[in-house]
């Protein structure tokens, strides 16, 4: 098969898949496979980030020998995924916990806190949202007060999509869409806030944050340790 071809590449709550389009965009193949579930304890619900990036790898190269064509003939790949939770690379360069998905429960006294407390009404003007316990901004407090050696360690706080496209380029970015409903970004303004962290709790993640990106942008090319 001739042409020129793109890769689309998709983490969800269950699965992840990669499909190859020709630039019309038909479909030219897919390959999924399910991601392993962990739930070490009531309403904890995380996956192996490890795990997760050789399913993604093992994913493009099924769909690349599927569609029967030369993976150089590939122009690029975009990555989606499911939003909220938390995927933390550790300042060690490895993955600095395991990553959390988005029916994960456990912050939930985080948001009650911040209701209660006034900060979500201080805060709204500038996050445009409300909080929820799968959000970074929750999971995040409840690492620093519950798991402070896996807070200490984090050198990027990316949600999922953000993480593989990481593994596949080595650059650090917070895809603007995803940012946006973590509860740590000031939306109004389009910018990361130190003191808005600090009012949270959690000012030491801004240091953690990845420079914002929109989901149009290049952001970095395959790795040769990736390919």
Excluded at 6 to 12: E, F, Q, R
Excluded at 86 to 105: C, F, H, M, R, V
Excluded at 147 to 157: C, F, L, P, S
């Amino acid at each position: 098969m001739m042409g020129k071809y793109v890769i689309g590449l998709d983490n969800g709550g269950t699965s992840t898949k990669a499909a190859i389009f020709d630039l019309s965009g038909k479909e030219i193949a897919v390959a999924g496979k399910q991601t392993r579930l962990l739930t070490p304890k009531s309403g904890y619900n995380e996956r192996d980030m490890e795990e997760l990036w050789l399913a993604n790898c093992d994913c493009i190269r099924r769909a690349v020998k599927n569609a029967g064509i030369d993976a150089q003939d590939v122009l690029g790949l975009a990555v989606c995924g499911h939003g909220k939770g938390l995927y933390p690379w550790g300042k060690d360069e490895q993955p600095a916990y395991n990553g959390i998905i988005s029916t994960d429960s456990r912050a939930w006294k985080y948001p009650k806190t911040w209701y209660e407390n006034g900060v979500h009404r201080e805060l709204h003007p500038q996050i445009c949202q409300e909080f929820m316990a799968c959000q970074q901004v929750s999971l995040l407090a409840w690492m620093k007060d519950h798991r402070r050696d896996v807070y200490d360690n984090i050198k990027w706080v990316f949600s999922v999509k953000d993480y593989i496209r990481f593994r596949l380029t080595g650059e650090a970015y917070s895809e603007a869409t995803d940012i946006s409903g973590s509860g740590l970004m000031d939306v109004k303004h389009a910018r990361f806030d130190k003191a808005l962290l600090e009012k949270l709790g959690i000012g030491e993640v801004y240091e953690k944050l990845a420079p914002i990106r929109y989901s149009s942008d290049v952001c970095g090319t395959i790795t040769a340790a990736a390919s």
